[in-house]
């Protein structure tokens, strides 16, 4: 059975660059060196050592950050993102949840004080928009969009921040929030490595 020392060991290790590499366009999303857990093999190592039955395939997100006892879920998405991928970026969220919870010891009141989530994906290879904004921002988004329809979707979204004055969580995850983790942030890869340029991971961290 994991614990919380074991995520730790060097096995697990890995920098951020390798955990957003692209095996299906052979392309690493940043190239950011900051230390990272390789959350796949811990999910891996987790359900050898829980004797879980074969048959269960769990999922998980690519990655953990951790920093002063807060902890950052980060998946990298560089394909298209539908309803389909949308569900299964679901899964492995849940799935993470389960174990590391489990690893961490914690109920779900104490995670999702502790526990956020990251999604960075490339704008220029999403082509549906139909998980893209909750539904509670639909008046606002039609209002923007009759304005000009014309604008890339990174900056409609920005724009529509501005107007709705918060922060827009894209492709059906913002149900997350509060939830089972205490913030969750969508953000193209463009932008991400413009703040990682300046800052820091904990930048993403509430």
Not at 33 to 39: L, W
Not at 134 to 161: C, G, Q, V, W
Request: hydrophobic share 35%; glycine share 2%; with cysteine.
């Amino acid at each position: 059975m994991m614990n919380e020392n074991d995520i730790f060991e060097s096995q697990f290790k890995d920098t951020l660059e390798k955990a957003s590499y692209d095996d299906t366009n052979n392309q690493y999303m940043t190239k950011n060196q900051t230390e990272v857990i390789n959350f796949d093999k811990i999910k891996d190592s987790f359900c050898k050592s829980d004797n879980l039955n074969p048959k269960f395939t769990a999922k998980s997100n690519d990655t953990l950050y951790i920093n002063n006892n807060k902890y950052l879920f980060i998946e990298f998405k560089n394909g298209n993102i539908n309803k389909k991928v949308s569900y299964e970026l679901k899964l492995k969220n849940y799935d993470s949840t389960v174990i590391l919870s489990d690893i961490l010891n914690l109920s779900l009141r104490d995670f999702k004080e502790k526990v956020n989530y990251l999604l960075v994906f490339n704008e220029d290879r999403v082509k549906s928009l139909d998980t893209d904004v909750s539904s509670s921002d639909t008046d606002a988004t039609a209002e923007l969009h009759n304005e000009d329809s014309s604008i890339p979707m990174d900056r409609f979204i920005k724009a529509l921040e501005v107007k709705a004055h918060k922060k827009i969580i894209r492709f059906g995850l913002e149900d997350f929030k509060g939830y089972i983790n205490k913030d969750v942030t969508t953000i193209d890869v463009k932008e991400f490595e413009d703040i990682i340029s300046r800052d820091t991971l904990d930048y993403f961290i509430q």
